[in-house]
């Protein structure tokens, strides 16, 4: 094998994965994990685990690939990582710790997210325990939410000896891992062994419990000793365009919440999604991505209309690559005005027009402005709006806790204006990744075990 050649991840085949909602990639077999780890230098200066939110130690554990030692390499990213079988999956790696890998400079980074997927894997397959828990210390603290920043600051507080209760207002802990990833991208059963984890750990889950309408903060706080809010961002934005309230019309967080918690694809569905003939997602993130790739495979036509050019797409390169495979329709530089509706407010189509690119502002985005004279029509009979996500307050309901005027959380490192009270994940950042709400919930647990 050429050392400068990553090796690919063996993957369905697109003509069979569009009929089905299983793993797209199957992940490194052990030759193939051997051989990709083979590949790396083991720097002095490791820029890798500087690109890494959560600092895993990467060549050590690629280290532990090489010497077949699964348990030290599984050992070594738990040290740093909650969720190391989710994260080997959706972490955008390639703006990350293989962004940063000096072998990318010059041929193919090291596969650091297959490696450490590889790993996950092999220690779910064989049973692998790595983390030891220190006696309870007394100290109590509520976690709100069970997304990314909760089950972070979970596992490091459990660690340590506190004694966690996490509050979940749906009925399936994961927050986005749950409800918002597609089971072709990151298999629930994934998720419930992440879970699991910390329930080994002690740490109490309880579902279907809508803090601020059940339980309110200042109650938690009288319970608690501290409190960290990991609620996320989980109201979906719209256009504000005229036809936006029709039957047809939904956010993409619906359809994915529909299919990925509610099983909607499946024949004996009680919540099945009306089978469109024709479905435009608009939007160009990995949500989109995600909502356009899940309709298809509900055997639905599906276009993704996004506004920037393919170089702006803000999805990852390797969903990118996949819905093309999937023969999913990009109508890119287009954006709709109004959507078309009939007699009883049914979507009939869309009106469109073609966008052009300006100049590139301070942010390095490059300005977007409408074409003239380009108006047209498309014909569909769904809309699905994956434009991002804003705060839903209803946790914070009856607290004083200060906001910013985009409806944040603020505070100072993770501390919120109320005393004992820490908050972090896309709450106090809005909408982000995986791995950066898992950053801010690890900080927000170190500063708990500091301070209380």
Request: aromatic share 4%; charged share 30%.
């Amino acid at each position: 094998m050429n050392n400068d050649t990553k090796v690919k991840m063996r993957v369905q085949s697109p003509e069979s994965r569009v009929t089905n909602f299983e793993e797209v990639s199957y992940g490194y077999n052990d030759e193939e994990a051997l051989k990709e780890a083979s590949r790396c230098l083991h720097c002095a200066n490791p820029r890798c685990v500087k690109g890494c939110p959560v600092n895993i130690q990467i060549p050590e554990f690629i280290k532990a690939i090489k010497e077949n030692n699964i348990k030290e390499a599984y050992e070594i990213i738990s040290l740093s990582s909650s969720l190391p079988a989710v994260c080997g999956r959706v972490c955008p790696q390639e703006k990350q710790c293989e962004k940063m890998c000096i072998k990318g400079f010059k041929s193919d980074a090291i596969a650091i997210g297959s490696l450490e997927r590889y790993v996950a894997d092999r220690a779910i397959k064989d049973n692998l325990t790595s983390v030891s828990k220190k006696e309870s210390n007394g100290k109590k603290v509520a976690v709100v939410g069970s997304g990314p920043s909760g089950l972070s600051c979970a596992y490091e507080l459990a660690k340590e000896g506190f004694q966690v209760t996490i509050y979940e207002v749906l009925h399936k802990a994961g927050g986005v891992l749950t409800y918002g990833i597609p089971e072709f991208r990151l298999p629930k059963r994934i998720v419930e062994n992440e879970v699991n984890k910390l329930k080994e750990l002690g740490v109490e889950i309880k579902t279907d419990v809508p803090v601020g309408n059940a339980i309110t903060i200042d109650e938690l706080k009288k319970e608690y000793d501290a409190i960290f809010l990991g609620t996320g961002a989980g109201l979906p934005k719209f256009m504000n365009i005229p036809g936006e309230d029709a039957n047809g019309v939904f956010s993409a967080n619906e359809i994915l919440t529909r299919i990925n918690l509610m099983n909607a694809y499946k024949e004996d569905s009680k919540t099945p999604i009306k089978k469109a003939k024709v479905a435009y997602v608009i939007g160009g993130g990995n949500v989109a991505m995600d909502a356009v790739r899940s309709l298809k495979r509900l055997g639905i036509e599906t276009h993704l209309m996004y506004r920037r050019s393919e170089e702006e797409l803000p999805a990852r390169k390797e969903e990118v690559e996949h819905a093309k495979e999937e023969q999913i329709i990009f109508n890119l530089l287009t954006n709709p005005v109004e959507i078309l509706t009939d007699d009883n407010n049914n979507v009939i189509g869309m009106n469109v027009v073609d966008m052009e690119l300006g100049e590139a502002g301070e942010d390095g985005r490059r300005s977007v402005s409408e074409k003239e004279e380009s108006l047209h029509k498309v014909d569909c009979d769904m809309v699905v709006m994956a434009l991002g996500t804003s705060p839903n307050h209803e946790a914070l309901k009856y607290s004083d806790i200060k906001l910013d005027d985009r409806g944040l959380i603020v505070v100072e490192e993770s501390k919120t204006s109320l005393e004992n009270v820490y908050a972090g994940g896309d709450i106090v950042t809005g909408a982000a990744t995986v791995i950066l709400a898992m950053e801010a919930g690890k900080k927000a647990a170190h500063e708990i075990i500091e301070k209380i």
